[in-house]
C-alpha cells in the first residue's frame, strides 16, 4: 500500500500571499496523483490530477508540481474562499487510492 | 450533467443491517469505476474499496475486506454499500466517487451519506 503523508498539518497564510502544500509517497511513480478541496459541510472537489492539470473550472492561482515521491500543491495568491482542507490522492496503485492525511489552509 | 446522487442519513443501532446507495445519471454509468469513501467525525479520507457495474469487478481496500460489501444494479445505475452488523466505530459520512478510468482521478463526487450508529 502506498502511504502519502502531507505537510504541514495546518498552513496560515495572509490573503494575496503564495501557499505551497506537500505530499510525499513512500514509492516513486511518475504522476498519478490529484489533489482535493474540501469546504466544511461540503463533499470533496477535484482541483488538480495528473499531478499538473487543472481541473475544469479551477482557478488559474492553483497548480500542481511533482513526480517521483514528491508533490506540491501552490495556491499562488491566497483568497478567502480557499480557506478548506484540502487532500493529495495516489491512484497510481490500487486498491487502495490512498489519500494523504490533509492539510488545513487558514486564513490569517 | 454528471450527478450522483446519494440516499439520505441514516441512524441505527449496534448490530443492525444497512444498505446506502448511490444512483447516477448523466453519464454511462457501467463504463466508470464508483468507489466509496469514508470520513469518520472531524477526520479525513479514507479510500474503502471500488467497483466497476459494468461486470461487477469489485477491490476492496485491505483496510475495510470483510467489513462492508459493496455491489452495483447497472440497470438502474445504482451502486450500494451495506454492512451486516454496524458498530460504533462505523459512524462517519460515506462518500460514493467515480473514478475517470482504471488508475485514474476521482472527478465526481456524491453528497455523502451520513451514517450515525448509536444504542
Known amino acids: 500500500e502506498i502511504v502519502m503523508t502531507q505537510s504541514p498539518a495546518t498552513l496560515s497564510v495572509s490573503p494575496g500571499e503564495r501557499a505551497s502544500l506537500s505530499c510525499r509517497a513512500s514509492?516513486?511513480?511518475?504522476?498519478?496523483v490529484a489533489w482535493y478541496q474540501q469546504k466544511p459541510g461540503q463533499a470533496p472537489r477535484l482541483l488538480i490530477y495528473?499531478?499538473?492539470t487543472r481541473a475544469t473550472g479551477v482557478p488559474a492561482r492553483f497548480s500542481g508540481s511533482g513526480s517521483g515521491t514528491e508533490f506540491t500543491l501552490t495556491i499562488s495568491s491566497l483568497q478567502s474562499e480557499d480557506s478548506a482542507v484540502y487532500y493529495c490522492q495516489q491512484y497510481h496503485n490500487w486498491p487502495p487510492a490512498t489519500f494523504g492525511q490533509g492539510t488545513r489552509v487558514e486564513i490569517k | 450533467e454528471v450527478q450522483l446522487v446519494q440516499s439520505g442519513g441514516e441512524v441505527k443501532k449496534p448490530g443492525e443491517s444497512l444498505k446506502i446507495s448511490c444512483q447516477g445519471s448523466?453519464?454511462?454509468?457501467?463504463?466508470?469505476?464508483i468507489a466509496w469513501v469514508r470520513q469518520m467525525p472531524g477526520k479525513g479520507l479514507e479510500w474503502m474499496g471500488i467497483?466497476?457495474?459494468?461486470?461487477?469487478?469489485?477491490r476492496y481496500s485491505p483496510s475495510f475486506q470483510g467489513q462492508v460489501t459493496i455491489s452495483a444494479d447497472k440497470s438502474i445505475s445504482t451502486a450500494y454499500l451495506q454492512w451486516s452488523s454496524l458498530k460504533a466505530s462505523d459512524t462517519a459520512i460515506y462518500y460514493c466517487?467515480?473514478?475517470?478510468?482504471?488508475?485514474?482521478?476521482?472527478?465526481?463526487w456524491g453528497q455523502g451519506t451520513l451514517v450515525t450508529v448509536s444504542s
Open positions: 514509492q516513486s511513480f511518475s504522476s498519478n
Open positions: 467497483i466497476f457495474p459494468g461486470d461487477s469487478d469489485i
Open positions: 495528473r499531478a499538473s
Open positions: 466517487a467515480r473514478h475517470q478510468g482504471q488508475q485514474e482521478h476521482i472527478d465526481y
Open positions: 448523466g453519464y454511462r454509468f457501467a463504463s466508470y469505476w
